[in-house]
């Protein structure tokens, strides 16, 4: 008879056996239901995390709940609710737990399609000029006639009278904001377009529209899956969605202790010079969304500047690093010998992983402290590179969680799909390799 770790092995080995690019999930991904709600950077791919929610299903009874600390735009979340899992999801950034609030919500379909025509409808008639946010340099981000435009669709989102469905509607003018500042397409990062480039599109508008609908047929795509799997009795999911958006160094509420069954998630793989800057990229649409709409309220620290949420999130801060690399290197020898490399070269790399890994060792207590003793982990990790050196994310993590009665099961390697890249972040250029980390809490 197998043991539980063995059969995760055997099934997951398998599968390589037949193809050694399956976990690659290249050319066998789509963004279909609530997955193509909003533009978010770095997104797991779905059918790669159902299938090893599926696989972990397969060899245990009793899962039941589904945990991602660093959720995201939710591709964990999406994958979990239909299948009927309970989930619990934690983002620093805002505008990832709006994302996540409108995909696991917002099934009043024959409502929502009321509400879509009387909004379309305030559109039409407001014929109003006035300009109804501001913030520190909107005018190098948007042009005069943009502001007008992107006023008007805030203008008719904020007469709905329903939070939901304002909520649903901010989703898809997240991306219409995206897709009319002057910020360039190729970077994560606010980079202004060289002028002759800039954005002075009147059709906001019908960016706005498309998106509405488009949403609204993902939407009613995920409400048959759910009926389909008999999971949304009375147009509401039968899974419990908890969403917070915190720091997730925070420790949990007692509550939350050992809530968790099965981790899925995908952290940050550095600072945001060397990665992905997810509160950049998420600060315009944050600045024209009302946030007072989201469930759970945003800390205003969060909003202060376009650096604020990446320097409260995981490696944003380099303070007191150093005072850590002693105390780190004790804890995993790959940090230490990938520190000894930097040192000698001297870069300003010893600053940025000491303080990511000091962070990411932060969080671990916390974040295992949701977990079941017996519960699964699978982080999926790309190595980064620091001046030029790889930095083996995946054995540093295995060697800190190790020291907190984790053991490590299997480690599937895969090739990211290039596209999903911003493709002129070169620092990003680097992660094309990812590694899922499969572990055990005991
Ligand atoms: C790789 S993304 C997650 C992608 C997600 N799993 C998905 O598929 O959409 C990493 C996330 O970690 C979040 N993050 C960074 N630092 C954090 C912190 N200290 N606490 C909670 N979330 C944090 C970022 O805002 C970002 O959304």
Request: aromatic share 8%.
């Amino acid at each position: 008879m197998l043991s539980v770790d063995e059969k995760i092995i055997k099934k997951i080995h398998s599968l390589y056996d037949v193809d050694k690019e399956y976990w690659s999930f290249s050319g066998r991904s789509k963004r279909t239901h609530c997955h193509g709600f909003i533009k978010y950077p770095a997104m797991m791919v779905p059918e790669m995390q159902g299938e090893l929610i599926d696989l972990f299903l397969s060899v245990r009874e009793g899962i039941n709940s589904v945990f991602d600390p660093f959720v995201g735009s939710g591709t964990t979340m999406g994958e979990s609710i239909i299948r009927g899992l309970d989930f619990q999801g934690v983002d620093i950034n805002p505008l990832a737990i709006l994302a996540c609030e409108t995909k696991s919500d917002s099934f009043y379909l024959s409502s929502l399609e009321e509400k879509i025509n009387l909004l379309n409808r305030r559109l039409i008639l407001d014929k109003s000029e006035a300009v109804e946010v501001d913030f520190p340099k909107i005018d190098k981000w948007f042009t005069p006639r943009v502001k007008i435009e992107l006023s008007k669709i805030r203008r008719a989102i904020t007469a709905e009278p329903s939070k939901w469905a304002r909520r649903f509607f901010w989703v898809a003018f997240s991306d219409t904001v995206r897709d009319s500042c002057n910020s360039r397409t190729s970077t994560y990062k606010l980079h202004i377009k060289p002028p002759g480039y800039l954005n002075d599109t009147s059709c906001c508008r019908d960016l706005f529209v498309r998106k509405i609908e488009s949403n609204f047929n993902l939407k009613k795509e995920q409400r048959e899956l759910l009926k389909e799997r008999g999971l949304l009795p009375r147009s509401r999911i039968t899974s419990t969605v908890d969403l917070q958006i915190s720091d997730i160094r925070k420790k949990p509420n007692k509550h939350d202790y050992e809530r968790h069954d099965l981790l899925i998630t995908s952290p940050p793989y550095g600072d945001n010079q060397t990665t992905v800057p997810y509160g950049q990229f998420s600060y315009l649409p944050l600045m024209w969304i009302d946030t007072k709409d989201l469930r759970n309220s945003v800390p205003d620290n969060l909003l202060l500047n376009s650096s604020s949420i990446d320097a409260a999130s995981l490696g944003g801060s380099k303070r007191g690093a150093l005072l850590n690399i002693d105390r780190l290197r004790g804890l995993s020898k790959n940090f230490s010998s990938s520190m000894d490399i930097l040192l000698k070269s001297n870069s300003s790399g010893v600053g940025r992983l000491s303080s990511f890994i000091r962070d990411l060792d932060d969080s671990l207590d916390n974040i295992l402290l949701r977990m079941k003793s017996g519960g699964f982990l699978v982080w999926t990790l790309g190595n980064r590179h620091i001046s030029g050196n790889k930095i083996p994310l995946n054995e540093i993590l295995r060697e800190l969680l190790e020291n907190r009665r984790c053991s490590f099961i299997t480690e599937i390697d895969r090739t990211i799909p290039f596209k999903r890249m911003a493709s002129r972040n070169s620092s990003s250029q680097t992660m094309n390799e990812e590694k899922v980390l499969i572990m055990t809490k005991r």
